[in-house]
C-alpha cells in the first residue's frame, strides 16, 4: 500500500491509512466536518464545488493562517468576481489524519452568511476519491492509488465526467427530454437550473421551481428531481447544480482523477 504521504504536498501523521473518514453533520442543506488547522479547532463545509480550502475573516485570525502576500480572483455563482487573499496553513487535521502546507484562501463576502469557519473546496478534495453519504453522515477520501479499497464503497451507475481545465466536477444529464450539463454541487443547498437555460428551453417553471419526473444520469433514471429556478452566471459552461437534495437521496461517490462518478441509492 503507498502511503498517503507520497502525495506531492502531503505528509501523514501516525500511520498509513487508506481512507480518511469524516463525520458531517448537516447545516443549513451544507456538510460540515469538525476540523482543526493549525491546532486550533474549526467546522468547514466540505464543498466540492468550491476551489481551496477557505476561511472567513475571523477565522483567519484565530487559527493564525499565513497571508502569502498574494491574490486571486474569486467569482461567486452570480459571475461577481473579486481578489481573494492567498493563505499558508501550517497543519489541517480532519478525520483522524494531519495534512501540512495546505494552500488556502480567504472566503468571499457571500459566504458569510454559511455555517461554519469556512470550507473544504475541490483543490483539496480532487487527490482523493471522496464518498458521500449523507445518511450515515459521514464522507469518505480515499487515496486515489488505493482504488481497490474504495471499490466496496465507490459502487453504483457510472457517469463519466466532462474535462474541465478548473478541476470542476461536471456531467452530462437529461432532464425529461432536455439534455444538459450539471455540476455536482455538495456546496449547493439546493439543486439549480439556470434561469437562462430554463427560458432558452421554455421549461414549464412554476415560481421558483422546475420539476422533473424523468432525471438520467449514466443511463439511469434517478428522478423525480426538483431543481430551484434561479438567476446565476458562473460557471458559464454548466446548466445547472445538483446540490443538498440530490446527495441527500444518494450516495455519490466522485474519483476525479479516474474521470467518473458514481451514484447509487442511499
Known amino acids: 500500500m503507498k502511503c498517503a504521504a507520497a502525495l506531492i504536498g502531503l505528509l501523514v501523521s501516525g500511520s498509513c491509512a487508506a481512507v480518511v473518514v469524516i463525520p458531517i453533520e448537516i447545516e443549513n442543506g451544507n456538510p460540515v466536518a469538525p476540523a482543526r488547522i493549525n491546532g486550533v479547532d474549526v467546522r468547514l463545509i466540505i464543498d466540492s464545488g468550491g476551489e481551496r480550502v477557505s476561511l472567513k475573516f475571523a477565522a483567519i485570525n484565530r487559527v493564525s493562517a499565513t497571508r502569502t502576500g498574494s491574490h486571486a480572483d474569486g467569482t461567486n455563482a452570480l459571475g461577481q468576481t473579486s481578489p481573494q487573499a492567498l493563505l499558508s ?34 483543490q483539496f478534495l480532487n487527490r482523493f476519491i471522496a464518498v458521500y453519504d449523507y445518511g450515515a453522515r459521514r464522507i469518505s477520501l480515499f487515496d486515489s492509488s488505493e482504488r481497490d479499497v474504495a471499490r466496496r464503497d465507490c459502487r453504483g451507475t457510472r457517469v463519466r465526467t466532462l474535462a474541465d481545465e478548473e478541476g470542476l466536477v461536471i456531467t452530462g444529464a437529461r432532464a425529461d427530454q432536455n439534455d444538459m450539463r450539471v455540476l455536482w454541487d455538495t456546496g449547493a443547498v439546493h439543486s439549480v437550473v439556470k434561469k437562462s437555460f430554463a427560458e432558452s428551453r421554455g421549461l414549464p417553471v412554476e415560481a421558483p421551481f422546475y420539476a422533473v419526473r424523468k432525471f438520467e444520469v449514466g443511463g439511469r433514471d434517478v428522478g423525480p428531481l426538483r431543481f430551484v429556478v434561479f438567476d446565476v452566471a458562473a460557471p458559464s459552461r454548466v446548466d445547472g447544480f445538483l446540490g443538498y437534495d440530490f446527495f441527500v437521496d444518494h450516495v455519490v461517490c466522485i474519483d476525479p482523477r479516474g474521470q467518473v462518478v458514481r451514484v447509487r441509492d442511499k
Do not use: N
Request: charge should be negative; aromatic fraction near 6%.
Open 89 to 122: 496553513l501550517d497543519s489541517l487535521e480532519i478525520g483522524g489524519r494531519t495534512f501540512r502546507d495546505v494552500a488556502g484562501q480567504e472566503s468571499g463576502t457571500y459566504a458569510e452568511a454559511s455555517p461554519g469557519d469556512g470550507a473544504i473546496g475541490r
